[in-house]
Antibody
Framework: QVQLQESGPGLVKPSGTLSLTCAVS?????????WSWVRQPPGKGLEWLGE???????NYNPSLKSRVTISVDQSKNQFSLKVTSVTAADTAVYYC??????????WGQGTLVTVSS | EIVLTQSPGTLSLSPGERATLSCTTS???????LAWYQQKPGQAPRLLIY???SRAAGISDRFSGSGSGTDFTLTISRLEPEDFAVYHC??????????FGQGTRLEIK
């Protein structure tokens, strides 16, 4: 049974960097799937941020591309998200997810990150 | 970027009734690339339907998807209390790789 677990600070100061990690269990991060980050501001819809393959190849949402970096650590079976220059608009629940062809079939429980001084 | 518009924004129905949720895309998309998710309060989205009409593992046959081109539908045949949630449609590619509709809230009447 695949499980994904997000971790990281729940509070980030404006202009700072948001950093989260997704630990994967029950599947190898090198299994041939892509691994994504999705966020959901309070009371709003879902926004895909980007994805990474085990080789390190990435795809990003153009709307955030300049501020988002996703990386992978095969030795720890995890992948990570960094969002720079955050503002209150980046306050959201952040989810990591496993991508199979054309959809996201396994999700972490999500972690709320609040941007505030 | 392809925009997905879901309607209605909120749907109020009673248990046992049939629910019909719509997702319209701004450009024609392949059915292969259209998926539906269910999200309950405080939980992550859960994949329901992929390829517009295929149920994900463990999903009740009360859920069905249909459609093609720019118009897609999620139907729940007989509403159970646990079905009241928010439903999101999603399309794949080309950039960004995944885009979502704004969601339809299905509430108990």
């Amino acid at each position: 049974q695949v499980q994904l677990q997000e971790s990281g600070p729940g509070l980030v100061k404006p202009s700072g960097t948001l950093s989260l990690t997704c630990a994967v269990s029950g599947d190898s991060i090198s299994s041939g799937n892509w691994w994504s980050w999705v966020r959901q501001p309070p009371g709003k819809g879902l926004e895909w941020l980007g994805e990474i393959y085990s080789s390190g190849t990435t795809n990003y949402n153009p709307s955030l591309k300049s501020r988002v970096t996703i990386s992978v650590d095969q030795s720890k079976n995890q992948f990570s998200l960094k969002v720079t220059s955050v503002t209150a608009a980046d306050t959201a629940v952040y989810y990591c997810a496993r991508a199979v062809p054309f959809n996201l079939n396994q999700w972490g429980q999500g972690t709320l990150v609040t941007v505030s001084s | 970027e392809i925009v997905l518009t879901q309607s209605p924004g909120t749907l109020s129905l009673s248990p046992g009734e049939r629910a019909t949720l719509s997702c319209t895309t701004s450009q024609s998309v392949s059915s292969t690339y259209l998926a539906w998710y269910q999200q309950k309060p405080g939980q992550a989205p859960r994949l329901l339907i992929y390829g517009a009409s295929s149920r994900a593992a463990g999903i009740s046959d009360r859920f069905s998807g249909s459609g093609s081109g720019t118009d897609f539908t999620l139907t729940i045949s007989r509403l159970e209390p646990e079905d009241f949630a928010v439903y999101h449609c999603q399309q794949y590619g080309p950039s960004p790789m995944y885009t979502f509709g704004q969601g339809t809230r299905l509430e108990i009447k």
